[in-house]
Every structure is written in C-alpha cells, then in structure tokens.
C-alpha cells in the first residue's frame, strides 16, 4: 500500500527514509535534503527542478517500492554522491560547453535596473577581452535584446540546439523575446514552464567559449532565481538595489535566498545613486544611499553607484548600450574584477 504520496514535502519523505534521497537523485532532484526542499513537495521539485521531464509516476513508483520493502531499486547514485550530483552534473555541462563562469544578476526588487547592470558588465568585460555571454532569465519581461541592439532570431544547425544571435560588440545573447513572432508578444506561462526555459537557454544553447556568462534575473525569490541558484553551476551574484529603504528592504530578501542556498554574493550595485547637474554638483532623487545597510547585510563591499542619466535610457532604447561610457560604469568593472572567481583572472590573447 502506498506510503508516499506527491504531495508529501521532499525532506519530510528524507527524514524518515533517509536513503530515499538516493532515488530522489535518480530522477534529477539532488536538493532533496536541501533547505527549500523543507516546504517543497514531491510533485512541485519534479515539475519545477526537474524542468517537466521528471516521470512523477516513476518517482512515485520507486518511492513507494523502497518505502513498503525497504529494498532500494538498482542502480542507483552512490550515498555519498546525492548532495552535490546535479550541482556536478550541470558543472561539467558548463565545462563541456566552454563556460568558465556564470555570473547572476539578481535583485528580487522589481525595477532597479538588473538588466542594466547585467548589460554593463557584459560590455565592459568584453572591453577587456574577456569572452562573454548573456542569458536572459526574465523570460516574462526581457529587455536584453532591445538593448542590445538585437533582433535576428537564433538558429539551428542540428535540430537539437540553437545558435545565439550576437550583438554589434559580438556578444551572443539568448532571451525568450528573440523565440517570439513579435517583440510585444505576451509570455503567459506557469513557474515550471519559466524554470524550463531557463535551463534550456543554458543547455541547448551553443554558446561557444566564455569567460563569463551573465545571467540577467527577473524579480523575486521563488521560481527563476531557484532554478539558476539550482541548476546551474553559478560562480557569484551581484544584487542590484536602488537608494530607497523601500528597496534594501526587498534585496535583504535575496541576499538571504544566496546565503540559505550558499551562493556566494560578489557584490552590490546601486542604480539611480544620483543625478548630475550641469554644475558639476549631485542630487540624490530618491533619497541618501541605502548601500550600506546591504553591505553589512550580504557583508559583500558596494562595487558601484551608477547614476540617473539621461543617455543610458537614449542608448538602450536605440540598442546602442554597447556605445556607452562613465566613469561609474568603469568603476563596476574594476571592483567586479576584484572579487571575481578569479581574483586576477588573465585576459584572452586575441
């Protein structure tokens, strides 16, 4: 008879059939003794985590074997291998596909500015010769490839996986907006179907050697910042914030999803910081920094304030961000470079 049922939790099934986490490997679901999987069902991590191609009755199936006989199924991962098995497996994906590093780009604060400082860092690392990609992860709202200038759709050479369009600067660039008839095309799609796509845009894309790969995020703290912390082999984070309490208050939000999956925050960047008047002198619109709080909170330094100004929102909507130049711009290149995964990593040789 039937012990285990989708709608138990993950970890309750763990707690008390500890080698269960065994089968939970098997299908893909190496985070069953993870924190998020504490109020996770079975059914919610196969159709999430396991991007819908988990066989929930399988799962089901062998569960429920294991739990009325006590005999586990053949084959099955080793005890000591089910912790890190999908982090191992998607690392040496990304090894295999030439990635050296994937960067998020996080807020969970609608309306920061993610995208821009996801574009920034692509622009100025490809300044230094780095190899760099960029995924866009706000599968319902993507604004990369606008502001990138780019509009040709991604191809395919063997049917299975895409070929990226790149930018003037030669970025490849990979977003749900470049897959649709038209630009303004709504994206009506469930939290499962967003995680999927995103995994897809890593996957079975041919993103060719990168240095860097920037993963620009939506919003929030459940579905696609989960699947990216998760499932891909993610280096650091960087949080975007802007000077309003309002907004520290959301980022401490992620800055404890990072900490809780044990992500590793590289720094914090406060868009809007100011604005410059003609006479040299600053005006803060939306109030003193809130930097600080941040910092202390994600104990990651402040590795930029970028300004309100007027011909970032000119070159983004012309697709020209890759024309754009500041010294604050420079100055989150400089400090990103310091805390990056490799402190001093060695530019290309063209």
């Known amino acids: 008879m039937a012990q285990i049922s989708p709608d138990m939790t993950i970890s309750s099934v763990v707690e008390r059939w500890p080698d269960a986490a065994r089968i ?6 190496s985070c069953a003794s993870c924190s998020i999987s504490k109020s996770e069902t079975i059914m919610a991590g196969a159709t999430g985590h396991g991007g819908g191609r988990v066989k929930v ?3 089901m199936r062998d569960l429920n074997a294991y739990a009325d006989s006590g005999k586990l199924p053949d084959n099955l991962p080793a005890a000591n291998a089910t912790a890190g098995a999908a982090g191992m497996k998607m690392r040496g994906m990304a090894e295999q596909k030439g990635i050296k590093h994937v960067i998020a780009v996080m807020s ?22 780095f190899r760099v990609g960029v995924l866009d992860g706000d599968i319902t709202g993507p604004s990369i490839p606008r502001m990138f200038g780019v509009r040709e759709k991604p191809v395919s050479s063997d049917g299975k996986t895409l070929n990226p369009p790149k930018s003037r600067g030669g970025i490849p660039i990979m977003s749900m907006n470049l897959l649709l008839p038209e630009e303004g095309e709504a994206v009506i799609w469930r939290g499962p179907m967003v995680s999927g796509a995103i995994r897809q845009f890593f996957s079975d894309v041919q993103w060719g050697e990168l240095d860097y790969l920037i993963v620009d995020l939506p919003p929030g703290t459940s579905d696609a910042p989960l699947t990216v912390m ?9 949080l975007v914030t802007t000077p ?20 590793d925050i590289l720094g914090i960047v406060e868009n809007m910081a100011y604005v410059r008047i003609p006479d040299g002198s600053t005006i803060e619109v939306f109030g003193p920094s809130q930097g600080l709080k941040l910092v ?9 304030k970028i300004p309100i100004d007027p011909e970032i929102a000119r070159l983004a909507d012309a697709g020209l961000i890759e024309s754009y130049e500041s010294p604050e711009s420079e100055e989150l290149i400089v400090n990103f470079l310091e805390r990056a995964p490799e402190k001093h990593p060695q530019v290309p040789v063209a």
């Open 57 to 59: 009755e399988d799962l």
């Open 24 to 29: 939970f490997a098997r299908y893909g679901l």
């Open 108 to 129: 969970g604060k609608g309306g920061v500015g993610k995208s821009l400082v996801a574009g920034l860092l692509a622009v100025g690392l490809k300044r230094r010769g």
């Open 230 to 238: 998760q499932a891909l082999p993610v280096d650091g984070v960087v």
């Open 244 to 263: 309003q309490a309002l907004a520290a208050m959301v980022v401490t939000k992620a800055v404890k999803l990072v900490k809780q999956l044990g992500g």
């Open 296 to 304: 202390i909170a994600s104990n990651a330094p402040l590795i930029a």
